[in-house]
């Protein structure tokens, strides 16, 4: 499945100009993509994720997978049945979101865990509420009845305004669980149920 979906330009006096060249684009004006990851995203993927585990505490991995494992991985996950997706912009990959299972063993089946990431110059841009916003609805359609996120660090608080606005609420915090640059990191428990479950 493929959306184009048009992002609107902020509500600013507009990009910034270089002082001595033509106005920089507003990219955010530009249409986004929103389509199935393909194996000819996995080294732009990569990146992306690489930028992620250097730099921030989404993620407790220390060390940036290759694009090897993150194509197996991706194919890991499709393999299974659940949706993973990218949203493009110019033809380069902005973003990914994809659901993976909550946990490994059986009685957790119906349970998913969410994932987004956007490469740093698309951050505020709209994209990871769209990404989410479809991530939902692809698995509304599947079996599962309840959506987790599992965020790193408790200040974190675009990710946890993000999945409040698409209808999470929190369901606690895992206090210093990681060790990351040096410090001891939280990890935020969010759940949304999924259209036709409840609670339980």
């Known amino acids: 499945m493929e959306i184009f979906l048009w992002l609107p330009a902020a509500a600013s006096s ?32 990569a990146a992306i994720y690489a930028h992620h585990v250097r730099h921030g505490l989404a993620s407790f991995e220390e060390v940036p997978p290759d694009v090897a494992e993150i194509a197996r991985r991706m194919a890991d996950v499709a393999g299974r049945g659940f949706p993973y997706l990218v949203a493009e912009q110019e033809g380069a990959v902005a973003g990914y979101a994809y659901a993976s299972p909550y946990r490994a063993r059986s009685g957790y089946r119906f349970s998913v865990e969410n994932s ?27 079996p ?45 428990l969010m759940q949304r149920p999924l259209a036709g479950s409840g609670p339980g």
């Open 144 to 188: 599962w009845r309840q959506m987790v996120a599992v965020i790193g660090d408790s200040a974190n608080h675009a990710s946890i305004r993000l999945h409040a606005r698409m209808g999470f609420r929190s369901a606690g915090v895992l206090q210093a669980v990681g060790f990351k640059f040096g410090r001891w990191v939280d990890s935020v």
């Open 116 to 142: 987004i990431y956007l490469a740093p110059a698309m951050v505020g841009r709209g994209i990871g509420s769209r990404l989410l916003a479809d991530l939902i609805v692809r698995c509304e359609a599947g």
């Open 14 to 45: 507009g990009p910034p100009a270089a002082s001595d060249g033509p106005p920089m684009p507003d990219v955010s004006a530009l249409p986004i993509l929103l389509r199935d990851a393909r194996p000819a995203d996995a080294p732009r993927i």
